[in-house]
């Protein structure tokens, strides 16, 4: 899960940076002793599974900052204080840990996160619009409408059921904007709207692409990330 800290005091933001590399379910985007700066990170990204947050800060306080959220991602409550819990729990966060937290605890709290609550956000990220250039107009798009995104050099091209879009971006940004719960790279050229794949092959796999099928390369190292990704039913 790609995770932030929020966290004005900066002792406890260093401890639980070592908790989350020691982890390895986790991603660290960044750590933040602003709540404001990490609001305005998750307005730009979609791609945040986990908050780990505390409540007592400045400008932003914990709930005011997981209020100003449309979607909030998944939310783990660390703070110094139990008498925020009852209150805590009122927005749906995973769990509350009290400072000082062990790194045991700690452990607790993310595994609950991935076997319950992972991947939460993919309904209502796909409802999300993004506005593309096309010629000297911008053209609104839904996310889930789009179906893959190819690299080409320093540009990238979206592909929807009815139409393209190339703008100057590389795959390594758009891949970080976009949401992991519908998106997914399997190439190092391709990213694919999971939800829109038909067949699976030994190297490629199909999408659908309005009344045809699109068939996208699926390469060594982006295997097995897809196989884990998506439910397959075996005996």
Do not use: C, W
């Given at each position: 899960m790609n995770c932030i800290i929020v966290d004005d005091d900066k002792m406890s933001c260093k401890i639980l940076e070592g908790f989350v590399e020691k982890t390895t379910s986790l991603n660290l985007i960044g750590s933040f002793n602003s709540s404001v700066e990490a609001?305005?990170?998750?307005?730009?990204?979609?791609?945040?599974?986990?908050?780990?947050?505390?409540?007592?800060?400045?400008?932003?306080?914990?709930?005011d900052f997981i209020g100003s959220l449309d979607v909030p991602p998944n939310v783990i409550i660390v703070s110094s204080s139990?008498?925020?819990?009852l209150k805590a729990f009122d927005f749906n966060v995973v769990d509350y840990l009290l400072k000082p937290v062990t790194y045991g605890r700690f452990c607790k709290a993310t595994d609950k996160t991935l076997k319950y609550f992972s991947r939460k956000d993919n309904t209502n990220a796909?409802?999300?619009?993004?506005?593309?250039?096309?010629?000297?107009?911008?053209?609104?798009?839904?996310?889930?409408?789009?179906?893959y995104i190819e690299a080409l050099e320093n540009y990238v091209t979206l592909t929807t059921s009815?139409?393209?879009?190339?703008?100057?971006?590389?795959?390594?940004?758009?891949?970080?904007?976009?949401?992991?719960?519908?998106?997914?790279?399997?190439?190092?050229?391709?990213?694919?709207?999971?939800?829109?794949?038909?067949?699976?092959?030994?190297?490629?796999?199909?999408?659908?692409?309005?009344?045809?099928?699109?068939?996208?390369?699926?390469?060594?190292?982006?295997?097995?990330?897809?196989?884990?990704?998506?439910?397959?039913m075996a005996r």
């Open positions: 609001r305005n990170i998750l307005a730009k990204r979609y791609d945040i599974d986990l908050i780990i947050l505390d409540i007592e800060m400045p400008e932003l306080n914990g709930f139990e008498r925020y819990a796909g409802d999300k619009e993004i506005f593309i250039k096309k010629g000297s107009s911008l053209v609104k798009l839904k996310l889930k409408d789009i179906v009815d139409d393209k879009y190339t703008i100057h971006f590389t795959m390594k940004a758009i891949e970080n904007q976009l949401p992991s719960g519908i998106f997914i790279r399997v190439h190092r050229s391709f990213i694919i709207n999971k939800s829109i794949i038909q067949t699976i092959k030994e190297n490629s796999l199909d999408l659908k692409v309005g009344d045809s099928l699109k068939n996208i390369p699926v390469g060594k190292s982006f295997r097995d990330s897809l196989l884990n990704d998506i439910n397959v």
